[in-house]
């Protein structure tokens, strides 16, 4: 049986994905899941970030695939929340 490696990152600067995927190298077989919030949320935009990850977290723990998760403000209105608008997944 082969260990794979299961590794999360949760941020909000490019640097910390970056430094996942340099860490991945250490390892015979990984599976990458970045997480990047958006920089300088203001309070409740960080709590609606943090709501939405947990709500997702089992999934993104458990899914076979390497994943990168961009959260972003919408773009259709001044006042509208932060939602998950980017997410791409490797075999």
């Known amino acids: 049986m082969q260990l ?3 590794l999360m990152c ?3 600067s490019n640097i910390e994905m ?19 919030f958006r ?3 203001k309070p409740d935009e960080l709590v609606k ?11 993104i723990y458990l899914s076979t695939k390497n994943l990168t998760i961009r959260l972003e403000r919408k773009q ?3 006042n509208s929340s932060t939602s998950a608008n980017s997410v791409n997944s490797t075999a």
Not at 20 to 36: D, H, P, W, Y
Not at 49 to 59: A, G
């Open 49 to 59: 970030q943090q709501e939405l990850v947990w709500d997702k977290l089992e999934q």
């Open 76 to 78: 259709s209105s001044p």
């Open 39 to 41: 920089e300088n949320p």
């Open 10 to 12: 949760v941020g909000d």
């Open 4 to 6: 794979i490696t299961n």
């Open 18 to 36: 970056e430094a996942a995927q340099i860490l991945a190298r250490e390892f015979s077989q990984t599976l990458v899941k970045t997480i990047k």
